[in-house]
């Protein structure tokens, strides 16, 4: 490929709307093109890329015997009606209506139409167990897209959803793709990936797993321990811990407290330590505003997720008006009205002369004790973990609490979709039995771009070899001299004949830091500089973009080092991928 004849500008500036490096480096390589809010157009760079990423993904799944399929984007509601999904997801899923009056949706993810593709042909044991894939475009109607490829509303994704007979048997297969993913975030040159527990969220089931590239700029909390394997999402970390240092017991006292709603005023006002406080936070169902009040210690937040799945139901910030049971800012668990569905966080349990709200304007309680003054409470976990806490493997304070970027993620999804629209097998003794599914996410475009914020400079990013637009990058500084430009073109020629990718960049009149500069944005693992200069020591100069290698090596020796340099990159890479299961 000639760079003088690639689609695509590469320029200096950081554009203004670019608030992480990979975003900015990607629009300033000519790598895509917003298209729309959360909507981008990719150029050939990025389509080699994620061309390569889904081949990888591609080789791993037909290596735990996936079967490739296509499902259709644009799908009938009533698909979506049969899961009960339609109307239990939010605007993420984006409704239409066609011309015929029929009901369709964009689909962002395509459990229902794996079933329904697979429903007539497995009503026998004897098809079990069997995976099926797609590597395709999907839409979500994302409320804040953000950080390029990151967050967008149109990607392609890679989708897989196995089927089994057993619960055992979805164990063993999900085992082999926890490996499979393992091997592709390795394969690809990521293998600093780590797993985490997470939520089922929309998907149901009832184990999940998410694969997170740790980097500052991720959008999720990752809970980790330093002293143990524990990991999981912050959404579906355990928190686990003790209030060691409870103070003497003390009368249960109510105190005028004017003006003060927020739990800081109140211990401002009060002088007492917040975290001997009793914190409100309000919902209300969606189904039929039903308050749902959340208590936790004064310096913990409030886990939505925990929550909600405790609730069984979808949730919203409440709106709390005067003839409302509840007094808004002065809400406790002591005497609250019985109308609010209360839950009490374990961060309260053994708190002894607690603060909290006395459910009156303008009052609030000193010397609360729960187990003493509420009716048999129960404490339960709907808080976020904050570092320091007791981690709920090994029992030792060593919880830390990092960034991430989500990169893939495995569901044990259970009979959820085959339950809701009547997927049946017959087994062995001739009864009917709901299948029992798994299901395995990859963004592809997520993916690349989380590469590049794993690995980029000032300068550009820095592709591992493997998933490289190209794989080697000729500079030919002075073109227009003759002896240059024959070496050059007889090194472009040599390395293509023997199957190597080659980006040849051999433009007339442009300065070599601008060459260097387009060659540092298309991040390109080998460069090979041809020059007048080098030519009088009969040499050209041949480094990696990583600066791990700067040699000079001779004409006539160029092209088998440039051979055995490349061997060893993808050697750097296949040394870290673990066997398969």
Request: proline share 3%; charged share 30%; aromatic share 8%.
């Amino acid at each position: 490929m000639k760079l003088d004849k690639l689609i695509g500008s590469r320029f200096k500036e950081r554009p203004a709307d670019c608030v992480i490096d990979s975003h900015a480096l990607m629009i300033r390589g000519g790598y895509m093109k917003n298209v729309g809010n959360g909507i981008y157009s990719e150029f050939p760079v990025l389509k080699r890329i994620t061309a390569k990423i889904e081949n990888i993904i591609r080789e791993e799944m037909d290596a735990i015997d996936g079967q490739e399929v296509l499902f259709p984007v644009v799908l009938p509601a009533d698909l979506w009606d049969e899961s009960g999904r339609y109307e239990s997801v939010g605007s993420e899923l984006l409704r239409f209506t066609d011309r015929n009056k029929a009901r369709m949706v964009l689909a962002m993810t395509h459990e229902e139409a794996a079933v329904q593709l697979v429903r007539e042909y497995a009503q026998s044991y004897t098809k079990y167990p069997f995976m099926i894939y797609q590597i395709q475009r999907k839409f979500r109607d994302e409320a804040r897209p953000r950080a390029g490829m990151i967050r967008v509303r149109e990607f392609t994704m890679k989708d897989a959803y196995s089927f089994h007979t057993s619960q055992e048997d979805l164990e063993n297969y999900y085992d082999k793709c926890y490996v499979a993913y393992n091997r592709i975030f390795q394969r690809a040159g990521i293998p600093e990936v780590v797993t985490v527990a997470s939520d089922s969220g929309m998907m149901g089931g009832n184990l999940s797993h998410e694969y997170m590239l740790l980097t500052p700029v991720g959008e999720d909390s990752i809970v980790l321990c330093t002293e143990c394997d524990y990991s999981a999402n912050m959404e579906a970390a355990e928190n686990k811990m003790v209030n060691e240092e409870t103070g003497t017991t003390q009368e249960l006292q109510c105190i005028e407290t004017p003006d003060c709603k927020t739990i800081e005023d109140v211990c401002a006002f009060l002088k007492s330590d917040v975290t001997s406080s009793c914190k409100a936070v309000v919902y209300q169902k969606n189904f039929d505003d039903t308050f749902v009040v959340a208590f936790v210690r004064g310096d913990y937040e409030v886990n939505e997720t925990k929550l909600r799945n405790l609730v069984g139901e979808e949730i919203h910030t409440a709106e709390i008006t005067e003839d409302d049971c509840l007094a808004a800012g002065y809400i406790g668990p002591y005497q609250i009205a019985k109308e609010a569905e209360v839950y009490l966080d374990v961060s309260l349990k053994g708190l002894n002369n607690v603060v909290a709200g006395a459910n009156k304007e303008g009052y609030h309680y000193t010397g609360l004790n729960l187990e003493r003054d509420l009716e048999n409470p129960e404490f339960v976990d709907i808080s976020k973990v904050q570092e320091g806490n007791v981690c709920p493997c090994c029992g030792k304070k060593t919880i830390t609490i990092k960034r991430g970027i989500e990169v893939g993620n495995i569901f044990q999804l259970g009979t959820k979709y085959t339950k809701s629209m009547n997927m049946t097998y017959t087994d062995e003794n001739g009864r009917p039995q709901y299948p029992i599914m798994g299901c395995y996410g990859i963004g592809v475009g997520r993916m690349a771009a989380s590469i590049c914020e794993a690995h980029h400079d000032e300068y550009g990013p820095i592709w591992p070899i493997s998933i490289a637009p190209w794989e080697v990058h000729i500079c030919c500084l002075r073109a227009d001299d003759e002896e240059t430009k024959v070496v050059a073109d007889t090194l472009y020629k040599k390395l293509q004949d023997a199957g190597i990718e080659v980006i040849y960049d051999d433009r007339t009149g442009v300065r070599p830091g601008a060459m260097f500069s387009d060659a540092d944005l298309l991040g390109v693992p080998v460069r090979v500089v041809v020059s007048p200069r080098n030519l009088k020591e009969n040499s050209v100069e041949i480094t990696t973009r990583d600066k791990s290698v700067k040699e000079m090596i001779a004409v006539d020796d160029a092209f088998d080092y440039i051979k055995d340099l490349k061997d060893k990159l993808y050697s750097r890479i296949n040394e870290k991928v673990e066997e398969s299961k």
